[in-house]
C-alpha cells in the first residue's frame, strides 16, 4: 500500500516564527489532505490540495503529484497552532491513509 | 451547520465487557467511515459506508468488531468483548461522496481497564 511520511516528526516555535512541514508519499494518489489536531483531539480540515498551491489565512500548502510531495506553510506562527499536523492521501480504492504526523508546539 | 456528532465522548470498561460508540454525520453525506486512532498514531480506517452498504471492511476485526448503517444516515460500532488492546480514539468521519473532503467528528475516547 501507499506510505505516507511526514517530517519532521516533532518542531518547537516561537511564537511569530515560519515554519515548513513535509509529506512524502510513495505512489500516485487521488487526492491529498491536510488536517490540524488540536490539543482536544478534534481533526480540522485544513486543506483539500490533490495539486497546485492554496492559501487560507496563515496557512498555505502546495501538492506537486508529479513528484509525490506536498507542503504545509505556517507563517507567524501563534501558540493556537499547536497540536498534530496530519498529511492524509487517498489511494486508488478511495482508502485514506494518514502518515504519522509532525507535532508542533508554539511557545508563547 | 451542524458537524459530525459523536457520543459518548468518553467511555471507561472493564475488559471482557461490551460497548456501543454512536454516530451522525453531516446531513446529505452519503459515506462515513470509522477510524481508529492510538496514542500518537495517525487514525486507521476500520470500515467504510456508501449509505447502507459497507463498502470496505477490510481492516474491522470481525470476530469482536460489528458496525451497522441500518437506514444510511447514523451508524453505531461495537466491540464485544472488549480487550486492553481496544483502548483507543475512535473517530466517525463522512463526506458527499468519495473521494471527497473528510470531515471528522471529535471522537470517542476508550478506557479498557
Known amino acids: 500500500g501507499i506510505q505516507v511520511e511526514q517530517s519532521p516528526p516533532d518542531l518547537i516555535l516561537q511564537e511569530g516564527a515560519n515554519s515548513t512541514l513535509r509529506c512524502n508519499f510513495s505512489?500516485?494518489?487521488?487526492?491529498l489532505q491536510w488536517f490540524h489536531q488540536n490539543p482536544w483531539g478534534q481533526l480540522i480540515n485544513l486543506f483539500y490540495?490533490?495539486?497546485g498551491t492554496k492559501q487560507n489565512g496563515r496557512l498555505s500548502a502546495t501538492t506537486v503529484a508529479t513528484e509525490r510531495y506536498s507542503l504545509l506553510y505556517i507563517s507567524s506562527s501563534q501558540t493556537t497552532d499547536s497540536g498534530v499536523y496530519f498529511c492524509?492521501?487517498?489511494?486508488?480504492?478511495?482508502?485514506?491513509?494518514f502518515g504519522s504526523g509532525t507535532r508542533l508546539l508554539v511557545r508563547p | 451547520e451542524a458537524g459530525v456528532v459523536q457520543s459518548p465522548r468518553y467511555k471507561i470498561i472493564e475488559k471482557k465487557q461490551p460497548v456501543a460508540f454512536w454516530c451522525n454525520p453531516i446531513?446529505?453525506?452519503?459515506?462515513l467511515y470509522w477510524y481508529l486512532q492510538n496514542l500518537g498514531q495517525g487514525p486507521e480506517l476500520l470500515i467504510r459506508?456508501?449509505?447502507?452498504?459497507?463498502?470496505?471492511d477490510s481492516q474491522l476485526p470481525k470476530d469482536r468488531f460489528s458496525a451497522e448503517r441500518l437506514k444510511g444516515v447514523d451508524s453505531t460500532l461495537k466491540i464485544q468483548p472488549a480487550e486492553l488492546g481496544d483502548s483507543a480514539v475512535y473517530l466517525c468521519?463522512?463526506?458527499?461522496?468519495?473521494?471527497?473532503?473528510?470531515?471528522f467528528g471529535p471522537g470517542t475516547r476508550l478506557t479498557v481497564l
Open positions: 468521519a463522512s463526506s458527499f461522496s468519495e473521494p471527497d473532503t473528510q470531515y
Open positions: 505512489d500516485s494518489v487521488n487526492n
Open positions: 490540495i490533490p495539486s
Open positions: 492524509a492521501v487517498t489511494d486508488s480504492s478511495y482508502k485514506l491513509i
Open positions: 446531513s446529505g453525506h452519503n459515506t
Open positions: 459506508y456508501e449509505n447502507e452498504e459497507a463498502v470496505d
